[in-house]
Structures are given as structure tokens and as C-alpha cells.
């Protein structure tokens, strides 16, 4: 079991990889044929490498290469976070994720809680390359630094701790489909 | 029932909508006694097969949920109890309804969309089997309101039903065995199917979900035997598409015209413009029509789509070979508040003015109940049926509303206090009709919303909606209303009031009784005459299914509900009724802020007996 769990996870990693070693050509317009270097995602001369992830490794499991850790360069920067907002309602995430993330067809992002990890590289991948759940895939749809923009947003947004109801607390408002 | 009152003392509170009118309503001050029924009515087209099954999503071609089961009776319903229950695996909204054929029950799940056969002849109801479709995982988001399914169809020996990630399939009854699998959506544009099909002359008629994401919506057959598509009616686009041609003769003239479908339209925003097919259809054999109704337009910010927006928001009339459009009403016209026309059309004969009618009745979402002549499509009479203040009524020479300016949004007019809400005076949970009474029992909601629209850019299978509409309890601090009414004069009967929208469909017998259930999990029985509740019992989790009757092999009558709250209720206002997601917690909803007290997610099938 745990086996099938890596296998498949390094699978997506590959095919997530893959992908981003294509040139950018997002909202930003890249020109055609000039490699853009993703911020911080991916080597783009070495499509091979493994991007690992440890949690997800046996202890002892041997390492083939450097890992490659996602950083994000806007992190925790304040004007990110409002473009990011922007982007947030400008690219439908809106309805599915519910005005200030607080849920809807897609889980919340109030809750301080994540479904596919909440660091700034798994909310990265989770945009980038889609999830199961219905999560569309934005790599190469939109800007890597739109992307990053908008893992600067939706993890602003994670307020205390929800997770007891006592149906005193705070409410939210909220449109049907 | 003390904490129920102080429920109702709260949504007082929240009730701060005004001018809006209110159905007539003819209980004030009336005794059980004087309460009125309409005589000389007749459903269309009987039930199909015995009367103890129960063959077709609603028993009949009419859509009637009327059975002529009468063993459950006002006098003894009080001594009901539960006489088994099926666990069917999957959480999440369980609208929709069994099928019963030959001591086998039919159920299909919400998504993955998993059908069951349960043998009723045993003791303890073991499977007969159990079918598993292929059926993406993609599909879950991108389906607006919850992955529910509406169920399956039976004919020929088959079982036919729709997977939410665009597929129809046909398993064999006997066996489980698949015998096709037709793709018929496209999910990377947001097409997604929750319908229930019918069959009609050989052919499984099908249409797709995904108003809210953009989607061309559609209409198709699809051949029994082979899963061949026959034919498909797309409901906007150019008259070829749509299928108007020479059989189009519809009741009112503006209704007419060369590709109405595209030309109310800017440019080309009608192939993105919604009018998707997720309700409910009926059939009139002698007509050979099929009636159904459209989605609203795409997007909901109308600054986007100005014009009519032919034929989204619309009652559909289409031959049942070809599928050509023969007439058509629009109940909302460049609809401006989401009020899809896909509920039920309910086919039956009504004394209206001293003449016997052939009508098509339908509750609509913009809160009028429509008599419509279903031969020509001319509109009888039109009331609402619930609080409504978008309208001054309904033009019956035009067929148009006369809505009012102060109720319209566009981009930075932020609009106030409109009711119904964008739920609608009633959603999909299906009426029924009782020849007996001549009444229609009818599920309703009572919400009003705030509605602001926004720019919104068309992104393949993403939602395209453009506008923030948050909801709140209706004016008389219920939300919800489970009331009989006369459709050949548009006023109420009676009416029992609920502390949340009735989001369960109505099911009524020859016993004279009335079953629906409650969003805060009540299966109730009511008399159909008085609307007395006889019994209720709390069955867990909300209950968004369909109530349906059968007789047993040992020849008594059952009652069978599901229970799971879901669908727009349960996923979306509601907001923090799940309890299997702990990478999601929700906040409660300002609409509903107090349903999570009463009610969590639940996937049950429960059977009732005397």
C-alpha cells in the first residue's frame, strides 16, 4: 500500500514536471519559443529530476539527485496578495472556492486545514497541475507568478480554528448555484 | 418541538423583506372541514405497470407521483415504523428515487454513481447486484451544486440511468452487466449529467447539466438497444440546431421568428450561454411531445448576454421522434436571477371555466405556477405561488412578466430583497397530483436574496457566473412551505410551514395520504385533504430524494425515502453539514445558520410499513 502510494505520487510529480519545462506562455505573453524560467518551480534544462517529496518516502529510501524545493518569491508579500485577490476572482476560482475561499463546490481555505498540503510549494502544485476532485490544472494556462500570486492569496485567507461548532460562532454569507 | 419555536422566533428576525406579494391564500380562518377540492380532474397518462411498482422516475409519463396504492390511510398512517433500510455507501445529496420492477429495487447512488438491485422477495433484502461504473473523478468538481443524481429509467428489461461525468449507460435488470456506455458530455467544458432519463418509443431521452459553467445545453435520444444517439436538440444556437422548423408553432408571436436561438443573443455569446437540460420530463403519447425545461442563461450577469436569450429559461415542447420544437413558453425571459425553468411539467386533464383543459402545470423557479395548454403552449393562468416581488404578474397576452426596474442588477447596480431567491419559489424537487382531490402538493422554498453582478471571463469548465448572491429566510419567518394547491384557479389549499426550504419531492395515494420529507430530517405523512400531519419520523440526515410506493411480495404497502441532505442545500448553503472531510470545515451560512444542529450528511434508503 504504501508503495502504491509512492509510486503514484512520483508519477504526478513527473508528469507535473514535464510539463513545466515547457516555456511559459501565460496571461504574460510570453514570445514564442524563449524558455521563461518558472520563479522558483523548475529547472528547465533537467526534466528528469525528481522533486521529492519526504513525507511521502520509507525512512532509508536512497536520494538520486539534489531535490528541488519550491520556494515562493512572493511570500508573504502584502501587493501579492492583493493581485492575487484579483487573479483569485478574474479566473473563476471564486465560485467554486466561494468568496474569501470559505467554500463551495471546492473545499474552503479559511479553515487553516488541506486536503493536498498547505506549504506554499503544495498550494503552488495543487494550482499548477490540478487535483482528482474536479481541481482544473492552470501550468501553462496561466503565468507561473500568477500562480504564485495567487498561493500568496488562498493562504491568507486561513483564519483560527473552525473545527468545533457550538452554532454561536460567526457565519458567513453564501450564493447557491 | 420547544426548540423548534424558538427556531421560528429567529427567522422573524431575519425576515426583513418587504412589499413583495403573497399568494392568495384561502386557509385563513378556514375549518378543516370546508377546505376545498377540485372535482373532474384526470392525471394524462395512467401510472406504468402495476399499480404496486413503480417503473418511471415519477410512476408515469405525466409526471404525476400519484399511486393508486391505498392500503396507508389518514385513519391509520399514525402506526407506521420502519420496516427496513439500506445503507447505500456514498455520502452526499440523495435527490432522485428508487425504481421498484418485479421485487427488485433499483438505486444509484450520487457520485460514483454506483446502481444496486435489491431482492425484496428475500428476507433481510440481499443484493441481487451491484454495478460500478467508469466514471471520472474530474466530474465531482465540476458539477455547481453537489454530484447528485436523479435516477434511473427501466424499459426492455434495462436499466438507464446517467453518470456525472457525461456518460448514459445501460445495465442489464437481471444481471448488472453493462450492455453500453455512450459518451454524451464534455467535461473539459463543464458538461456534467444528474438527470433521470425516461424512455419513450425505443429511445432514452437524456440532457445535460452545467448551466453555471457555460455550457450549450442540449436535449438527446438515444437508441435502447444500441446507445446510438438518435437525435440532439440544442436549446440556443441558429434554428438548425435547435431543431425549430415547420412543426414550430408556437402560441405567441413573438415567440417566432428566423434563429431566435442566436439572434437574442450579442455576437456569439449563446454558445456559452447555459439553457442546460437537469430537470424533470414528461411525455404525452397522444401529442407524441415531449415536454422539458431550460437552464438559465450563462452568465448571471446580464450585462454579458443583453437580449431575450432564446431559449434558456424556458418550457420546451419537442417531438418525440425528431425531437423538432413545437412550441415554446419562456417563463423568464433574459432571466436576471438564475430561475431556471427545469422543474416538472405535470400532465393532466383540469375543469378550468366550465371547460376540461389538457394542461401542463409547472411550479416555476421565478415563484409563478404556470397552466399552460400543453397542445398549443398558450398560458392558461399564471399566480405565484410563494413571496414574489421581482413581477407585477404575468402578461397573459404577451406570455412575458412584467418585471419591475428596482429588481434588476447589472454590473454596479447592487440590487436589494429579491424573492424568490435564486433557489426559486421551488426547485427540482418534484410535485405531485392526486386525481382524487384534483390538488397538487407542492414542495416550496421561501428565501430572498441580495444580488450583485461582476465581470466574468468564459474559461473552459470552470464556472461562469458572475455575480454574489447571498440568500435569507423569506418574508413570515419560515423558509419553506409544503402546500396543496388548485391549479385551474392558481391559489392555495393548505399549507404546512417549515422552519427550512422543502427540498424533498411530494409522492400522494389513493389513500388519501401525502408523504414529503424535511432538509432537518423528517419523512412526514400528511392527509391530502386537510394537510394534517398524521406521522413523522426523523430519518438522520435531510432528506432532497423523492418519496415512492410499491407493494411488496407479501402484497403490503411500503413507502421508501432516502435520506441525505445534499445538492444546493447541503454543499452550498448550508456549508458545514459534512463530517467526512477533515481538510474541510466550513463556516455556517448566513441562510440556513442553524440546519447543522439537526442534520450532517447521511446516504440511507429507508422503507416504511404499516
Same mark, same amino acid.
Given at each position: 500500500?504504501?508503495?502504491?502510494?509512492?509510486?503514484?505520487?512520483?508519477?504526478?510529480?513527473?508528469?507535473?514536471?514535464?510539463?513545466?519545462?515547457?516555456?511559459?506562455?501565460?496571461?504574460?505573453?510570453?514570445?514564442?519559443?524563449?524558455?521563461?524560467?518558472?520563479?522558483?518551480?523548475?529547472?528547465?534544462?533537467?526534466?528528469?529530476?525528481?522533486?521529492?517529496?519526504?513525507?511521502?518516502?520509507?525512512?532509508?529510501?536512497?536520494?538520486?539527485?539534489?531535490?528541488?524545493?519550491?520556494?515562493?518569491?512572493?511570500?508573504?508579500?502584502?501587493?501579492?496578495?492583493?493581485?492575487?485577490?484579483?487573479?483569485?476572482?478574474?479566473?473563476?476560482?471564486?465560485?467554486?472556492?466561494?468568496?474569501?475561499?470559505?467554500?463551495?463546490?471546492?473545499?474552503?481555505?479559511?479553515?487553516?486545514?488541506?486536503?493536498?498540503?498547505?506549504?506554499?510549494?503544495?498550494?503552488?502544485?495543487?494550482?499548477?497541475?490540478?487535483?482528482?476532485?474536479?481541481?482544473?490544472?492552470?501550468?501553462?494556462?496561466?503565468?507561473?507568478?500568477?500562480?504564485?500570486?495567487?498561493?500568496?492569496?488562498?493562504?491568507?485567507?486561513?483564519?483560527?480554528?473552525?473545527?468545533?461548532?457550538?452554532?454561536?460562532?460567526?457565519?458567513?454569507?453564501?450564493?447557491?448555484? | 418541538?420547544?426548540?423548534?419555536?424558538?427556531?421560528?422566533?429567529?427567522?422573524?428576525?431575519?425576515?426583513? =423583506?418587504?412589499?413583495?406579494?403573497?399568494?392568495?391564500?384561502?386557509?385563513?380562518?378556514?375549518?378543516?372541514?370546508?377546505?376545498?377540492?377540485?372535482?373532474?380532474?384526470?392525471?394524462?397518462?395512467?401510472?406504468?405497470?402495476?399499480?404496486?411498482?413503480?417503473?418511471?422516475?415519477?410512476?408515469?409519463?405525466?409526471?404525476?407521483?400519484?399511486?393508486?396504492?391505498?392500503?396507508?390511510?389518514?385513519?391509520?398512517?399514525?402506526?407506521?415504523?420502519?420496516?427496513?433500510?439500506?445503507?447505500?455507501?456514498?455520502?452526499?445529496?440523495?435527490?432522485?428515487?428508487?425504481?421498484?420492477?418485479?421485487?427488485?429495487?433499483?438505486?444509484? =447512488?450520487?457520485?460514483?454513481?454506483?446502481?444496486?438491485?435489491?431482492?425484496?422477495?428475500?428476507?433481510?433484502?440481499?443484493?441481487?447486484?451491484?454495478?460500478?461504473?467508469?466514471?471520472?473523478?474530474?466530474?465531482?468538481?465540476?458539477?455547481?451544486?453537489?454530484?447528485?443524481?436523479?435516477?434511473?429509467?427501466?424499459?426492455?428489461?434495462?436499466?438507464?440511468?446517467?453518470?456525472?461525468?457525461?456518460?448514459?449507460? #445501460?445495465?442489464?435488470?437481471? =444481471?448488472?452487466?453493462?450492455?453500453?456506455?455512450?459518451?454524451?458530455?464534455?467535461?473539459?467544458?463543464?458538461?456534467?449529467?444528474?438527470?433521470?432519463?425516461?424512455?419513450?418509443?425505443?429511445?432514452?431521452?437524456?440532457?445535460?447539466?452545467?448551466?453555471?459553467?457555460?455550457?450549450?445545453?442540449?436535449?438527446?435520444?438515444?437508441?435502447?438497444?444500441?446507445?446510438?444517439?438518435?437525435?440532439?436538440?440544442?436549446?440556443?444556437?441558429?434554428?438548425?440546431?435547435?431543431?425549430?422548423?415547420?412543426?414550430?408553432?408556437?402560441?405567441?408571436?413573438?415567440?417566432?421568428?428566423?434563429?431566435?436561438?442566436?439572434?437574442?443573443?450579442?455576437?456569439? =455569446?449563446?454558445?456559452?450561454?447555459?439553457?442546460?437540460?437537469?430537470?424533470?420530463?414528461?411525455?404525452?403519447?397522444?401529442?407524441?411531445?415531449?415536454?422539458?425545461?431550460?437552464?438559465?442563461?450563462?452568465?448571471?450577469?446580464?450585462?454579458?448576454?443583453?437580449?431575450?436569450?432564446?431559449?434558456?429559461?424556458?418550457?420546451?415542447?419537442?417531438?418525440?421522434?425528431?425531437?423538432?420544437?413545437?412550441?415554446?413558453?419562456?417563463?423568464?425571459?433574459?432571466?436576471?436571477?438564475?430561475?431556471?425553468?427545469?422543474?416538472?411539467?405535470?400532465?393532466?386533464?383540469?375543469?378550468?371555466?366550465?371547460?376540461?383543459?389538457?394542461?401542463?402545470?409547472?411550479?416555476?423557479?421565478?415563484?409563478?405556477?404556470?397552466?399552460?395548454?400543453?397542445?398549443?403552449?398558450?398560458?392558461?393562468?399564471?399566480?405565484?405561488?410563494?413571496?414574489?416581488?421581482?413581477?407585477?404578474?404575468?402578461?397573459?397576452?404577451?406570455?412575458?412578466?412584467?418585471?419591475?426596474?428596482?429588481?434588476?442588477?447589472?454590473?454596479?447596480?447592487?440590487?436589494?430583497?429579491?424573492?424568490?431567491?435564486?433557489?426559486?419559489?421551488?426547485?427540482?424537487?418534484?410535485?405531485?397530483?392526486?386525481?382524487?382531490?384534483?390538488?397538487?402538493?407542492?414542495?416550496?422554498?421561501?428565501?430572498?436574496?441580495?444580488?450583485?453582478?461582476?465581470?466574468?471571463?468564459?474559461?473552459?469548465?470552470?464556472?461562469?457566473?458572475?455575480?454574489?448572491?447571498?440568500?435569507?429566510?423569506?418574508?413570515?419567518?419560515?423558509?419553506?412551505?409544503?402546500?396543496?394547491?388548485?391549479?385551474?384557479?392558481?391559489?392555495?389549499?393548505?399549507?404546512?410551514?417549515?422552519?427550512?426550504?422543502?427540498?424533498?419531492?411530494?409522492?400522494?395515494?389513493?389513500?388519501?395520504?401525502?408523504?414529503?420529507?424535511?432538509?432537518?430530517?423528517?419523512?412526514?405523512?400528511?392527509?391530502?385533504?386537510?394537510?394534517?400531519?398524521?406521522?413523522?419520523?426523523?430519518?438522520?440526515?435531510?432528506?432532497?430524494?423523492?418519496?415512492?410506493?410499491?407493494?411488496?411480495?407479501?402484497?403490503?404497502?411500503?413507502?421508501?425515502?432516502?435520506?441525505?441532505?445534499?445538492?444546493?442545500?447541503?454543499?452550498?448553503? #448550508?456549508?458545514?453539514? #459534512?463530517?467526512?472531510?477533515?481538510?474541510?470545515?466550513?463556516?455556517?451560512?448566513?441562510?440556513?445558520?442553524?440546519?447543522?444542529?439537526?442534520?450532517?450528511?447521511?446516504?440511507?434508503?429507508?422503507?416504511?410499513?404499516?
Amino acid at each position: 500500500m504504501r508503495i502504491g502510494v509512492l509510486l503514484h505520487s512520483v508519477a504526478v510529480v513527473f508528469a507535473a514536471h514535464a510539463l513545466s519545462a515547457c516555456s511559459d506562455s501565460g496571461a504574460q505573453g510570453a514570445a514564442a519559443g524563449k524558455q521563461v524560467r518558472a520563479a522558483g518551480y523548475s529547472d528547465g534544462g533537467d526534466s528528469l529530476r525528481l522533486l521529492t517529496h519526504d513525507e511521502n518516502l520509507p525512512a532509508g529510501f536512497p536520494l538520486t539527485g539534489q531535490p528541488l524545493v519550491l520556494r515562493n518569491p512572493h511570500e508573504g508579500d502584502k501587493a501579492a496578495m492583493t493581485v492575487g485577490a484579483q487573479l483569485f476572482i478574474a479566473y473563476n476560482c471564486i465560485d467554486c472556492h466561494g468568496a474569501d475561499g470559505a467554500g463551495a463546490v471546492g473545499p474552503s481555505f479559511q479553515d487553516g486545514r488541506w486536503h493536498f498540503g498547505g506549504t506554499a510549494g503544495a498550494v503552488f502544485e495543487s494550482i499548477y497541475q490540478g487535483r482528482p476532485d474536479g481541481m482544473p490544472s492552470w501550468g501553462g494556462r496561466i503565468s507561473n507568478d500568477q500562480i504564485w500570486m495567487l498561493t500568496t492569496y488562498v493562504r491568507s485567507l486561513a483564519k483560527s480554528d473552525i473545527s468545533t461548532e457550538n452554532f454561536t460562532g460567526e457565519t458567513v454569507e453564501r450564493t447557491g448555484h | 418541538m420547544k426548540s423548534t419555536g424558538l427556531l421560528f422566533v429567529a427567522m422573524l428576525a431575519t425576515a426583513c =423583506t418587504k412589499g413583495e406579494k403573497q399568494p392568495a391564500d384561502t386557509t385563513r380562518g378556514a375549518s378543516a372541514a370546508n377546505l376545498r377540492t377540485v372535482s373532474g380532474t384526470k392525471i394524462a397518462f395512467p401510472h406504468a405497470g402495476p399499480p404496486g411498482e413503480w417503473q418511471m422516475p415519477a410512476g408515469d409519463y405525466s409526471s404525476s407521483r400519484y399511486s393508486e396504492l391505498a392500503s396507508i390511510t389518514p385513519a391509520n398512517a399514525a402506526s407506521l415504523h420502519v420496516s427496513w433500510a439500506f445503507s447505500t455507501g456514498v455520502l452526499r445529496g440523495h435527490e432522485g428515487q428508487p425504481l421498484v420492477i418485479n421485487n427488485t429495487m433499483y438505486i444509484v =447512488t450520487p457520485y460514483p454513481n454506483v446502481s444496486y438491485a435489491i431482492d425484496l422477495a428475500q428476507p433481510g433484502q440481499p443484493l441481487k447486484w451491484k454495478f460500478r461504473p467508469e466514471n471520472s473523478q474530474q466530474a465531482i468538481g465540476k458539477a455547481c451544486c453537489d454530484v447528485v443524481n436523479r435516477g434511473a429509467a427501466y424499459a426492455d428489461g434495462k436499466i438507464f440511468y446517467n453518470l456525472l461525468d457525461g456518460h448514459t449507460v #445501460a445495465v442489464d435488470a437481471a =444481471t448488472g452487466r453493462q450492455l453500453w456506455r455512450t459518451k454524451m458530455g464534455d467535461l473539459v467544458k463543464g458538461e456534467t449529467i444528474t438527470m433521470a432519463p425516461i424512455v419513450v418509443k425505443g429511445k432514452v431521452i437524456v440532457g445535460s447539466s452545467g448551466g453555471e459553467m457555460g455550457v450549450r445545453g442540449w436535449i438527446a435520444a438515444l437508441d435502447v438497444a444500441t446507445g446510438k444517439e438518435v437525435w440532439r436538440a440544442y436549446n440556443i444556437g441558429p434554428d438548425r440546431d435547435v431543431k425549430v422548423g415547420p412543426k414550430f408553432k408556437t402560441f405567441y408571436a413573438h415567440d417566432r421568428g428566423k434563429d431566435l436561438g442566436a439572434n437574442t443573443w450579442p455576437g456569439d =455569446t449563446w454558445k456559452t450561454g447555459g439553457g442546460a437540460v437537469w430537470g424533470w420530463l414528461s411525455y404525452d403519447p397522444d401529442l407524441n411531445l415531449i415536454y422539458h425545461g431550460t437552464s438559465n442563461p450563462g452568465p448571471w450577469n446580464q450585462d454579458q448576454r443583453l437580449g431575450d436569450n432564446k431559449w434558456t429559461a424556458a418550457i420546451l415542447a419537442r417531438d418525440a421522434d425528431t425531437g423538432e420544437m413545437v412550441w415554446a413558453v419562456q417563463t423568464s425571459p433574459h432571466d436576471l436571477w438564475d430561475y431556471d425553468a427545469v422543474n416538472e411539467n405535470i400532465l393532466v386533464d383540469l375543469p378550468i371555466k366550465g371547460k376540461t383543459r389538457k394542461v401542463l402545470v409547472h411550479f416555476d423557479r421565478n415563484g409563478f405556477e404556470y397552466t399552460i395548454d400543453r397542445a398549443t403552449g398558450e398560458i392558461i393562468l399564471a399566480e405565484p405561488f410563494v413571496p414574489m416581488n421581482w413581477s407585477d404578474g404575468i402578461d397573459l397576452s404577451t406570455g412575458r412578466p412584467k418585471g419591475k426596474p428596482e429588481k434588476m442588477p447589472s454590473e454596479g447596480k447592487h440590487v436589494k430583497d429579491i424573492c424568490p431567491s435564486l433557489e426559486g419559489g421551488k426547485n427540482q424537487q418534484p410535485a405531485a397530483f392526486s386525481p382524487q382531490t384534483g390538488l397538487f402538493y407542492v414542495p416550496t422554498v421561501n428565501l430572498c436574496m441580495d444580488f450583485e453582478s461582476r465581470r466574468v471571463t468564459y474559461i473552459a469548465g470552470t464556472p461562469f457566473i458572475g455575480a454574489n448572491a447571498p440568500e435569507k429566510g423569506g418574508p413570515g419567518g419560515y423558509r419553506g412551505e409544503f402546500m396543496a394547491w388548485d391549479a385551474t384557479t392558481g391559489t392555495k389549499v393548505w399549507g404546512i410551514k417549515e422552519p427550512y426550504p422543502v427540498w424533498s419531492g411530494a409522492l400522494v395515494t389513493a389513500g388519501g395520504v401525502v408523504f414529503y420529507g424535511t432538509l432537518d430530517g423528517w419523512f412526514k405523512a400528511a392527509d391530502a385533504r386537510t394537510g394534517k400531519v398524521l406521522w413523522q419520523f426523523k430519518v438522520g440526515s435531510g432528506v432532497v430524494g423523492n418519496p415512492v410506493t410499491y407493494t411488496g411480495p407479501d402484497g403490503k404497502q411500503y413507502v421508501a425515502i432516502y435520506a441525505g441532505i445534499g445538492g444546493d442545500m447541503g454543499l452550498l448553503i #448550508a456549508g458545514d453539514v #459534512a463530517a467526512n472531510l477533515p481538510y474541510d470545515v466550513r463556516q455556517r451560512g448566513t441562510t440556513l445558520p442553524d440546519l447543522s444542529r439537526w442534520t450532517s450528511w447521511g446516504g440511507y434508503l429507508f422503507v416504511f410499513s404499516l
